[in-house]
């Protein structure tokens, strides 16, 4: 069946760049998925990416998709203490969208 | 504003007792889902309804209950079979069927002693 897995924790330094990681196994994924969990919340979609894309920026998020080795990663430039969340790579299956496990990302001051 | 609401935020209840977490969406959409979240194992699929008086089981739906009568909204009941029932619940829809991108619920934190 699918799986999808990440690192479970990364921290970082203010103002440096965060790479967070996600590796899954179903191919036939037409979109992939980041979602950021605050503490306490629900999750929110950050961004996506189509199947056919290397790589899509938006703002500080870059977004790389190595289709090939099934790697999906999210670098967060600049990273500020507001990006300390819990964040959610998920991909397609059937109906609905299957998640990892999350990634905890602390940013020090 | 369009947006899932759930409710209450915190739910306290004694074992052997049925509770139902509520779930309200005004986005229009027809999919909605329930999801449980446990420390280090992400989200774990429980029911999904892809239209009104319809829907099927996810990955862990035993000791789970669900109905979709209206549109809106998407009940879920814990019963007293769930083993372990105290975790935080998400809700989430989204527009359709192989419409992937979902929105989430606040999500409520069920505690039972």
Known sequence: GEDVEQSLFLSVREGDSSVINCTYTDSSSTYLYWYKQEPGAGLQLLTYIFSNMDMKQDQRLTVLLNKKDKHLSLRIADTQTGDSAIYFCAVPRANNLFFGTGTRLTVIP | ?113
């Open chain 2, 1 to 113: 504003d369009g947006g899932i609401t759930q409710s209450p935020k915190y739910l306290f209840r004694k074992e052997g007792q049925n509770v139902t977490l509520s779930c309200e969406q005004n986005l229009n959409h027809d999919a909605m889902y329930w999801y449980r979240q446990d420390p280090g194992q992400g989200l774990r699929l429980i029911y999904y309804s892809q239209i009104v008086n319809d829907f099927q089981k996810g990955d862990i739906a035993e000791g789970y209950s669900v109905s979709r009568e209206k549109k809106e909204s998407f009940p879920l009941t814990v019963t007293s079979a769930q083993k372990n029932p105290t975790a935080f619940y998400l809700c989430a829809s989204s527009m359709g069927q192989l419409a992937y991108e979902q929105y989430f619920g606040p999500g409520t934190r069920l505690t039972v002693t």
